[in-house]
């Protein structure tokens, strides 16, 4: 994307989410903010002084402040956009369009570029106007209703919505890239939180529709695979053990917990009897797991090549050997670690870091280089 000019009317998480790769993968980013900036600036302070959402999504973008009400910032926007491959919106559905920026409008008048709008629940004129934020949609999907234990609903720990809806978001920017590299021509991409949602929930959905039913809330186990959850060994502490075929649940039985009259229970002969036997299964498995201190049963989960895990607290991530860091700068000039962008190159330069933007802290250089 190097060489690529996105202009953003973005705020919260998702937007900002979807530029930010366009920044990691080279592109200039010129971010629009109203005087009061983008309201995830105030979500904490957790990261050196700025927000730790808007620290993630912004660092090495550009920030212009704007009022699309006044004719000349109007003008201003309109001439980035004129010169721009890439335009990004987020904002209140119609919002843009009633000041004259229209995704249409746009494409007429610069016919290469590409347009993103992102919005809460899509075009249906019976929601459209509904607001929409991470975890409403994560209700409303559906995706709460499956989540948490037995007795407790729950939320997805992190604004996962959010992030899904950023990251395809960028992918649909990437195809319509793509597509005028062999046309020449730009066009548009809608993308919606609800719709990722609803999308992800395809398993469950098509279960409760054309199956014997949706899943239940089960906590720390698999709804549809058993042995697949987590076990407190004698020390208190939590591992997940994901078994996947038969011959990993008889070297489960017979190795780890030197039951191999559990593989031969006719009960749990396969996944489906285990699943339906699921009560009886997790009595057998919790009583002999409680038997071994988590390094023992660990150990011989490797031993019979098992997949598992633990259940890690924050701590646990920020230690974690697989964890990749990066360093950005934060709009204060405090380093600032989080964790790698997830894609690796290979072969390439590794990404620099980049600073978190004050509000308007480009909005001078940006009106001298744009302006008319």
């Known amino acids: 994307m190097h060489g690529l000019v996105v202009v953003a009317v973005e705020q919260a998480v998702a937007g900002p989410l979807c530029t930010a790769r366009m920044v990691d993968a080279g592109a200039r980013v010129i971010k629009v903010e109203r005087a009061s900036g983008d309201f995830a600036r105030e979500y904490d302070r957790a990261a050196a002084g700025d927000s730790s959402?808007?620290?993630?999504?912004?660092?090495?973008?550009?920030?212009?402040?704007?009022?699309?009400?006044?004719?000349?910032?109007?003008?201003?926007?309109?001439?980035?956009?004129?010169h721009a491959d890439v335009f990004v919106q987020n904002l209140a559905p119609g919002a843009l369009a009633r000041q004259g920026f229209a995704s249409s409008e746009l494409r007429a008048r610069n016919d290469a570029l590409v347009t993103c709008d992102i919005s809460g629940y899509g075009e249906s004129d019976a929601v459209a106007d509904k607001k929409a934020y991470d975890l409403l949609i994560q209700a409303e999907s559906g995706l709460v209703g499956i989540s948490g234990g037995p007795n407790e609903l729950g939320r997805i720990g992190i604004s996962i919505v959010d992030i899904g809806t950023g990251m395809t978001a960028y992918t649909a920017v990437l195809e319509a890239l793509l597509a005028r590299r062999m046309t020449g021509r730009g066009s548009g991409v809608s993308v919606s939180l609800f719709d990722v949602a609803a999308e992800w929930m395809t398993v469950p959905y098509a279960q409760h529709v054309h199956g014997e039913g949706g899943p239940s809330?089960?906590?720390?186990?698999?709804?549809?695979?058993?042995?697949?959850?987590?076990?407190?060994?004698?020390?208190?502490?939590?591992?997940?053990?994901?078994?996947?075929?038969?011959?990993?649940?008889?070297?489960?039985?017979?190795?780890?917990?030197?039951?191999?009259?559990?593989?031969?229970d006719p009960r749990y002969a396969s996944?489906?009897?285990?699943?339906?036997?699921?009560?009886?299964?997790?009595?057998?498995?919790?009583?002999?797991?409680a038997n071994l201190d988590a390094?023992?049963?660990?150990?011989?989960?490797?031993?019979?090549?098992?997949?598992?895990?633990?259940?890690?607290?924050?701590?646990?991530?920020?230690?974690?050997?697989?964890?990749?860091?990066?360093?950005?700068?934060?709009?204060?000039?405090?380093?600032?670690e989080l964790p790698a962008h997830p894609i690796r190159h290979t072969g390439a330069r590794p990404v620099s870091g980049s600073t978190v933007p004050r509000l308007g802290e480009h909005t001078a250089a940006i009106r001298e280089e744009f302006g008319p």
């Not at 023992?296 to 920020?318: C, E, K, N, Q, Y």
Request: hydrophobic share 40%; aromatic share 6%.
């Open 53 to 82: 959402y808007f620290a993630w999504t912004n660092h090495g973008k550009e920030s212009i402040v704007l009022d699309i009400k006044s004719s000349e910032d109007a003008a201003l926007l309109h001439h980035l956009i004129d």
């Open 217 to 264: 809330r089960v906590g720390l186990r698999h709804p549809s695979i058993a042995p697949y959850g987590a076990y407190e060994t004698s020390d208190g502490a939590l591992t997940l053990v994901a078994v996947q075929n038969e011959r990993e649940w008889h070297r489960l039985c017979a190795d780890v917990l030197e039951r191999p009259d559990l593989a031969s």
């Open 271 to 289: 996944n489906n009897d285990r699943v339906a036997n699921r009560d009886e299964l997790e009595t057998e498995l919790t009583r002999a797991i």
């Open 295 to 336: 390094n023992d049963f660990r150990s011989r989960l490797s031993t019979a090549s098992i997949a598992h895990g633990m259940v890690s607290s924050l701590d646990d991530l920020a230690h974690h050997p697989a964890l990749s860091i990066r360093h950005i700068t934060s709009s204060e000039a405090h380093r600032i």
